[in-house]
């Protein structure tokens, strides 16, 4: 069993690593993140920061919110290519255990996100420290922390999150379609109509661990953990589409 274990997760690696799109979003989350912090902190991070007061950490971790872009793109695309060219076929005649197949996808993908989203939070954090003079926040002050960690777990789970859609819509396209503008636009519309609602939605309430400052009924873990159980929602409806429907 342990054999088998290994070998599957092994095997979903090397998928990985050898399909240059899949492999290609991973680094996107890194290096998207990166060059964005550095372009904004080095050109109006000093700016910004005197209008960013009341959460100056928050500001500090200004582009994950491209990086998570990147995080949902990994997530879908490493999902999506089984479903090209017959490789779910192939792959569940390698591996006939329906279940044994998917959970190791998916801790596949959420270990690589997961050490991904950490080396990134962390490097945004400290490079753009820099940058920000007398505005700089160090690594050891209160909730940086908690920040630079929590934010390596919410772009996991919005990696996650991303799969496990992509296992029941069976397309990358169709989740980007509908996960994009769900990041980006839906949760300021709520936020306009339902008020406190509003941070109950992944991104709102995972986005709690980076700031300083929380307002609302949810904090910083407690926010990521609902952000975790829309991931689990979608990892197990994803779960449930594989195991009852057709290859």
Do not use: C
Not at 120 to 125: E, K
Not at 150 to 170: P, S
């Amino acid at each position: 069993m342990t054999t088998s274990t290994t070998a599957v997760l092994h095997s979903e690696w090397i998928k990985i690593r050898s399909v240059r799109s899949v492999a290609g979003s991973l680094v996107g989350v890194f290096a998207a993140t990166l060059l964005i912090t550095v372009l904004v902190f080095s050109t109006i991070g000093q700016a910004e920061a005197g209008t960013q007061e009341n959460d100056l950490l928050f500001f500090a971790f200004y582009a994950l919110n491209f990086g998570q872009i990147a995080a949902i793109s990994f997530g879908a695309t490493a999902l999506s290519s089984e479903f090209h060219d017959g490789a779910l076929r192939i792959s569940l005649t390698v591996v006939p255990r329906r279940s044994l197949f998917y959970l190791a996808k998916m801790a596949v993908i959420g270990g690589l996100a997961l050490a991904v989203g950490l080396v990134t939070s962390f490097t945004t954090f400290l490079v753009g420290q820099l940058f920000m003079g007398e505005y700089a926040i160090r690594l050891g002050e209160p909730a940086a922390l908690r920040a630079a960690f929590g934010g390596g777990v919410y772009l996991a789970l919005m990696a996650l999150f991303a799969a496990g859609l992509t296992a029941v819509l069976r397309s990358a396209v169709a989740v980007l379609s509908l996960l994009i503008p769900f990041i980006l636009i839906v949760p300021f519309v709520v936020g306009d109509i339902a008020g406190g609602a509003a941070q109950y939605l992944p991104d709102r309430a995972g986005q709690l661990v980076i700031r300083g400052h929380n307002e609302g009924s949810l904090g910083p873990w407690t926010g990521l953990a609902v952000t975790a159980g829309w991931a689990a929602v979608a990892l197990i409806a994803g779960w449930w589409t594989l195991r009852k429907r057709d290859v």
